[in-house]
């Protein structure tokens, strides 16, 4: 990443392709506001394969000099039916269409 990009420009653009896509979708839209965190890379992330996933992926699997990871997920409303695209009246858990890492190696 280049020195301009902060994490509240990341966060930013996010949310503002979030309200975006409703126009895109031609409906009410599917998300939420979107979560942006942070975190140095450290011996944190080695829990993961026992929490989430066995062959769940490290920093340094992605980019052996990575020092920082940003993460960001864009979780469902809670009214969005996965059946018809649209809102319904009635909650359904909140999953995430989008949560993907980015490593860098930028302090």
Same mark, same amino acid.
């Given at each position: 990443?280049?020195?301009?990009?902060?994490v509240?420009?990341?966060?930013?653009?996010?949310? &503002?392709?979030?309200?975006?896509?409703? *126009? &895109?979708?031609?409906?009410?839209?599917?998300w &939420?506001?979107?979560?942006l965190?942070?975190?140095r890379?450290?011996? &944190?992330?080695?829990?993961?394969?026992?929490?989430?996933?066995?062959q769940?992926?490290?920093?340094?699997d992605l980019?052996?000099?990575?020092?920082?990871?940003?993460?960001?997920f864009?979780?469902?409303?809670?009214?969005? *039916?996965?059946?018809?695209?649209?809102?319904?009246?009635?909650a359904?858990?909140?999953? *995430?269409?989008?949560s993907?890492?980015?490593?860098? *190696?930028?302090?």
């Open positions: 990443m280049g020195k301009g990009v902060t509240k420009h990341l966060r930013e653009v996010a949310e &503002r392709c979030v309200a975006e896509e409703p *126009s &895109r979708l031609g409906n009410e839209g599917w &939420r506001k979107p979560l965190v942070t975190a890379v450290d011996d &944190r992330f080695e829990i993961l394969p026992k929490i989430a996933f066995e769940h992926w490290q920093p340094k980019l052996a000099t990575a020092k920082s990871v940003i993460v960001f864009i979780p469902f409303k809670r009214n969005w *039916s996965r059946k018809t695209g649209r809102a319904t009246g009635r359904e858990t909140g999953e *995430s269409l989008m993907r890492p980015m490593i860098s *190696s930028a302090g």
